[in-house]
């Protein structure tokens, strides 16, 4: 057989030459709507501390509203509001100061899912956090297990905090797009 001048190559359609590289198939799922109400059970310092600063800028105040603090999380989260309930999944993961007024934050955070149907399924939150705002509203930029492909929404509302202990209950509220 003779071989296949560059000329005709170059007719070759864009997409022919895709597929070459990628392979590509259709789908005819559904996504599915799964609203989720969780609780982070947050520990901001004391000796079982949940979140930690990690690090921040030199010479500046390592404070939640100063640009540059960084800190290392792993929240419990619970299904109820209630601390001693038991636990469904760990928020993993960093916040960061981000504006430099102090205003934002960075929030990265796995959502572990350790129990239930959802176990071993991750949800990724990543976006900004305007931290004076009574509901936060941060994207999830995908998951993994169960989540796979999926789209949320978050809404996170510190429902208390509890400066004798340390302790801040985060609502988070989730509408989740998933298959
Ligand atoms: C999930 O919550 C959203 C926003 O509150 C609402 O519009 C939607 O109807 C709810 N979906 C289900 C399945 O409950
Ligand atoms: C910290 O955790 C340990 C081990 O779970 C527990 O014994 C201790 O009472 C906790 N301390 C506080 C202040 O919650
Ligand atoms: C949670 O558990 C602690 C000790 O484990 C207890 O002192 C406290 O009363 C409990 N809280 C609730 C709301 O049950
Ligand atoms: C969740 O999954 C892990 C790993 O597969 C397993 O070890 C654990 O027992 C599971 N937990 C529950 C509550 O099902
Ligand atoms: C979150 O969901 C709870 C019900 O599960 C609801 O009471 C609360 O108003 C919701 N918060 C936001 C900010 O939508």
Not at 31 to 38: D, K, R, S, Y
Not at 65 to 79: A, E, K, L, N
């Amino acid at each position: 057989m003779a071989p296949k001048s560059i000329a005709t190559l170059t007719k070759l359609p864009f997409l022919v030459l895709l597929v070459i590289f990628a392979s590509s198939q259709a789908y005819d799922y559904q996504f599915i709507e799964t609203n989720m109400t969780l609780y982070f059970q947050e520990y901001y310092a004391g000796p079982n501390a949940t979140v930690n600063t990690l690090t921040g800028i030199p010479g500046n105040d390592w404070a939640f509203d100063s640009f540059g603090t960084t800190y290392v999380v792993d929240d419990p989260i619970t299904q109820s509001l209630d601390k001693n309930s038991s636990e469904i999944a760990r928020g993993q993961g960093i916040y960061m100061t981000s504006s430099l007024d102090g205003a934002n934050m960075q929030v990265l955070i796995s959502i572990v899912f350790t129990s239930n149907e959802y176990n071993g399924s991750t949800l990724e939150i990543q976006g900004r956090s305007l931290q004076a705002a009574n509901v936060r509203e941060v994207s999830v930029v995908g998951g993994t297990g169960i989540f796979k492909f999926a789209r949320v929404i978050a809404k996170l509302e510190t429902l208390n905090v509890d400066t004798s202990t340390f302790y801040a209950l985060v609502q988070c509220n989730l509408t989740v797009l998933h298959y």
